[in-house]
C-alpha cells in the first residue's frame, strides 16, 4: 500500500473518531433542553440522539450505509427548527418550522455532497458509503448543481407566498445571484475535471449557502 493510501486512510479514520465526541455535546444539550417538558418533547430529543449516534455507530451506521447525508442534513435542518420551536411554543403541528426547515436541509444535502468529493478515496478505503462514492466525483457534483437550484427556488417561494413577511423578507432573493455564483464554480469544476484542487473554495461558497438558509429567515422573523 503506497504512502499516500496509508494517509488516506488514517485521516479517515481520524474523522470518524472525532465524529464520537459530537453526540456527547448534543445529549447533554437535549437532557437539559426536554428536562421539564412533556413526552411527545422528550421524545423528539431522543430521536435527535439516535441519529447523532447511529450516524457511524453500530448497528445502522448510516454514513456506511449510503444514507449518511441525509440523516445529518435532518440534523441540520427540520431537526434543530422543530425541536427549537417544540420548546418554545410546545406544538410540532405548525407548518412554519416544518416549512423553514426545507431550504436549510437542502443545503445543508449540498454540503454533504460536495464534502463528500475530496474525501471518496479514503471513504472507500473504510467502506463508507457517502456519496462520492456511490455515485462518483462527477454525478455527485452534477447532483449538487441540482440541488442548488431547488434550494433557491425553495427560499425565494417563502417570500412569494409571504411565508416570511416584513421588511426583512426581501433580503432572501439574494440567494438567487449566490446561488448562480456557486453553480458557475461547480460547473468549472466539473469541466476541468479536478475534483480535489479546487473543491476547498467551493466548500466554502457551500457553508455560507447554508447559513443563508438559516440567517435570513432569522432575521426576516425578528424584523417584522
Given amino acids: 500500500m503506497s504512502k499516500m493510501r496509508i494517509?488516506?486512510?488514517?485521516?479517515?479514520?481520524?474523522?470518524?473518531?472525532?465524529?464520537?465526541?459530537?453526540?456527547?455535546?448534543?445529549?447533554?444539550?437535549?437532557i437539559g433542553a426536554v428536562a421539564a417538558y412533556a413526552t411527545y418533547q422528550i421524545f423528539f430529543g431522543l430521536i435527535g440522539i439516535f441519529l447523532l449516534l447511529e450516524y457511524t455507530a453500530p448497528p445502522l451506521k448510516f454514513s456506511y450505509r449510503g444514507i449518511g447525508e441525509l440523516v445529518m442534513s435532518i440534523m441540520t435542518g427540520p431537526y434543530p427548527i422543530l425541536l427549537g420551536y417544540i420548546i418554545q411554543i410546545g406544538r410540532w403541528t405548525d407548518s412554519l418550522p416544518w416549512l423553514l426547515s426545507i431550504p436549510v436541509f437542502l443545503a445543508a444535502l449540498i454540503a454533504g455532497a460536495i464534502g463528500s468529493i475530496p474525501d471518496?478515496?479514503?471513504?472507500?478505503e473504510v467502506s463508507r458509503k457517502r456519496f462520492a462514492v456511490l455515485f462518483g466525483p462527477r454525478l455527485t457534483a452534477i447532483i449538487s448543481l441540482c440541488l442548488i437550484s431547488f434550494t433557491a427556488i425553495s427560499g425565494v417561494l417563502f417570500w412569494y407566498f409571504n411565508i416570511l413577511t416584513g421588511p426583512g423578507s426581501i433580503i432572501i432573493v439574494v440567494v438567487i445571484p449566490y446561488s448562480l455564483i456557486l453553480s458557475l464554480a461547480v460547473i468549472k469544476m466539473i469541466k476541468i475535471d479536478n475534483y480535489e484542487r479546487t473543491i476547498n473554495r467551493i466548500?466554502?461558497?457551500?457553508?455560507?449557502?447554508?447559513?443563508?438558509f438559516g440567517l435570513i429567515p432569522l432575521l426576516s422573523l425578528l424584523w417584522r
Fill in 7 to 30: 494517509k488516506e486512510k488514517c485521516s479517515a479514520w481520524l474523522r470518524l473518531a472525532k465524529l464520537q465526541f459530537q453526540p456527547i455535546y448534543f445529549i447533554n444539550y437535549n
Fill in 120 to 124: 471518496y478515496r479514503a471513504d472507500m
Fill in 203 to 212: 466548500f466554502q461558497l457551500v457553508i455560507f449557502y447554508v447559513l443563508l
